[in-house]
Nanobody, 123 residues
Framework: QVQLVESGGGLVQAGGSLRLSCAAS????????MGWFRQAPGKEREFVSA????????RYTDPVKGRFTISRDNAKNTVYLQMNSLKPEDTAVYYC????????????????WGQGTQVTVSS
């Protein structure tokens, strides 16, 4: 089992920044690829970003490219999502997820999930 706990969400004005963290415990963190997803009210949960076990490979959904950066610190068992130039359409609950295979955009491919952290961007 892998337990995931997100933090760092909040209310921010458009153009602002937030850094989300996801702390992992349980099995060896560096064995897992990590992903961030988000779910806005009334919408499906969607892929945001993913990072492989070493941090050497990343991928992003097009709407966040150039604004969001995913990273990880295996010594701290933590993955991060730095979000800059935030827009109202980024408002959602953000979830981190873990899986042994890197890079899927499909939520059903991820084995472990956190409880989510709310990000609200005001205009």
């Amino acid at each position: 089992q892998v337990q995931l706990v997100e933090s760092g969400g909040g209310l921010v004005q458009a153009g602002g920044s937030l850094r989300l963290s996801c702390a992992a415990s349980g099995r060896t963190f560096s064995n897992y690829a990590m992903g961030w997803f988000r779910q806005a009210p009334g919408k499906e949960r969607e892929f945001v970003s993913a990072i492989n076990w070493s941090g050497g490979r990343t991928r992003y959904t097009d709407p966040v490219k150039g604004r969001f950066t995913i990273s990880r610190d295996n010594a701290k068992n933590t993955v991060y999502l730095q979000m800059n130039s935030l827009k109202p359409e980024d408002t959602a609950v953000y979830y981190c997820a873990a899986d042994e295979v890197y890079g899927s955009r499909l939520r059903q491919e991820y084995e472990y999930w956190g409880q989510g952290t709310q990000v609200t961007v005001s205009s």
